[in-house]
């Protein structure tokens, strides 16, 4: 009989086409990878994709939804979803463009900026375990070839 861990099936019960889907391989090692890192992100307050969306804002905003969404790969919808809670705790604002008052900006507030220094302290933890775990240089490799997966995914 098939085992089973955290809900996820072992190989034996999936069916040939299953086990070689690109697809769901991606998305089992992102959801279990994802639940480490939200272990670590916890005592912030941030879930993993929260934290992405904090970290790339830092990064280039001010910035526009659709600019912050191409930039995490993510869709509109999936965006504001996450963006609601942040919004809601004052670590993002939504405002005006100086350069044109009918574009919408997305920004850290000072709280945003807080929270995100300390959440880089917990993201480093995770970042640490998985890399025990998996090693160093495979989470390199594993980065290099997952940048090339989106890049083939894109054409």
Partial sequence: MASSTRGQSSD????????????????QAARQI??????????????????AVLSRLSRI?????????????????????????????????????EHDRRVRQLRLTPAGTATLKEARVAWARAQARFEDAYGADDAAELRRQLARAVEAART
Avoid at 17 to 25: D, H, M, R, V
Avoid at 34 to 51: F, I, V
Avoid at 69 to 89: F, G, I, S
């Fill in 61 to 97: 905003a001010p910035a526009t939804m659709q600019d912050l969404a191409e930039a995490l790969v993510m869709d509109r919808t999936t965006l504001t979803h996450n963006l609601k809670p942040l919004e809601r705790e004052g670590l993002v604002v939504m405002g005006v463009a």
């Fill in 12 to 27: 034996a019960s999936l069916a040939p086409s299953e086990i070689l889907c690109n697809c769901l391989a991606i998305r």
């Fill in 34 to 51: 994802t639940q480490l890192y939200d272990e670590e992100l916890a005592g912030t307050g941030l879930r993993a994709t929260q934290y």
